[in-house]
């Protein structure tokens, strides 16, 4: 089992940053590949990006690339997600996933409570 907690988001004006951080509980995170989602009112949750295991792979939605990154730290069950340039709409609730699989093509079975992204025009 893995416990994920989000902290990070706030409120920031258009072209501003925020780093998300996700931090999970239990012995096995560093086999887990960790995703961020989000999900704006009205809409369905999306995938923005995801790692492996060993963090040496990512993938980002096409909405985000060149613009977010996501890291872990695996000494510290940590997972970031580093937002650059934000536009307004990037305003939504972020949350971090856990997947046992390694990959992110096993899927996400632990999610976070999520964490609100608000980006001001």
């Known amino acids: 089992q893995v416990q994920l907690v989000e902290s990070g988001g706030g409120l920031v004006q258009a072209g501003g940053s925020l780093r998300l951080s996700c931090a999970a509980s239990?012995?096995?995170?560093?086999?887990?590949?960790m995703g961020w989602f989000r999900q704006a009112p009205g809409k369905e949750r999306e995938f923005v990006a995801a790692v492996d295991w060993r963090g040496g792979s990512t993938v980002y939605a096409a909405s985000v690339k060149g613009r977010f990154t996501i890291s872990r730290d695996n000494a510290k069950n940590t997972v970031y997600l580093q937002m650059n340039s934000l536009k307004p709409e990037d305003t939504a609730v972020y949350y971090c996933?856990?997947?046992?699989?390694?990959?992110?093509?096993?899927?996400?079975?632990?999610w976070g409570q999520g964490t609100q992204v608000t980006v001001s025009s």
């Open positions: 239990g012995r096995t995170f560093s086999s887990y590949a």
């Open positions: 996933a856990a997947g046992r699989g390694g990959s992110w093509l096993s899927g996400f079975e632990y």
